[in-house]
């Protein structure tokens, strides 16, 4: 099972996969981009915000997603396997980004991906005041940069594809405390 945990900069998905880790390391956590050798080096060029065409930054996203999904997707098809972050934020950051159409993006994703979406998606939602208190806390990469307002059109965005391609979900409210998102998600998982 394939399972996607979204959300915006700051919404603490990545600390709920650490918790769900530590307790069940029969799981595969990996993450997009940079789950694989590749993707390290494509990470480093995407962080940095460098690249002057949005669709040479999509393209390099899709480039990650396909590596990522022959090595680690498929050889672990018989297992539970979490990713922090996957083709959702590839939509949900590209429409942002504006200029992108909604079909042709799924296109694209569903070519990366060889027709597989993931079973099961978990997405973190987290408002202005929590997203200001928290990104005021932390240094920024590039494209955490574009500001407060791109990151929640982004949430909107992730969100309403979810619903569209109807991708089965569970919604956090990413401003409760840890150790009850914790307990939502492990029901959820059932783990
Ligand atoms: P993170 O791994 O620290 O969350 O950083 C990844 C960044 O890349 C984050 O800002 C979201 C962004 N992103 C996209 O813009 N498109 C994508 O397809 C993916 C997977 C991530």
Redesign the pocket.
């Known amino acids: 099972m394939y399972i996607l945990f979204e959300g915006i900069?700051t919404c603490g998905k990545?600390t709920q996969i650490e918790l769900i880790a530590d307790k069940h390391p029969e799981i595969v956590i990996t993450?997009?981009?940079?789950g694989t050798p590749f993707g390290v080096k494509a990470?480093e060029i995407?962080?940095a915000d460098s690249l002057a065409s949005k669709r040479a930054?999509l393209l390099l996203?899709l480039a990650?997603?396909a590596e990522h999904y022959e090595e680690v997707i498929k050889p672990n098809k018989y297992k539970l396997v979490i990713s922090?972050?996957?083709?959702l934020?590839?939509i949900g950051?590209?429409l942002a980004n504006g200029d992108f159409d909604f079909n042709e993006l799924v296109s694209l994703n569903k070519f990366a991906l060889e027709g597989h979406f993931p079973d099961k998606v978990i997405l973190f939602l987290t408002d202005m005041k929590t997203l200001k208190e928290r990104t005021e806390a932390k240094s920024l990469?590039g494209?955490?940069l574009r500001g407060l307002e791109y990151l929640l059109k982004v949430q909107e965005h992730i969100k309403e594809s979810i619903i569209k391609l109807g991708i089965p979900h569970l919604f956090i409210d990413a401003t409760q405390d840890i150790e009850s998102i914790h307990q939502t998600i492990l029901t959820y998982l059932k783990v």
Do not use: Q, V
Request: charged share 45%; no cysteine; net charge negative.
């Open positions: 900069d990545s993450k997009e981009p940079g990470r995407l962080l930054e996203f990650d997603r922090d972050r996957g083709f934020s590839g950051y590209a990469d494209i955490e």
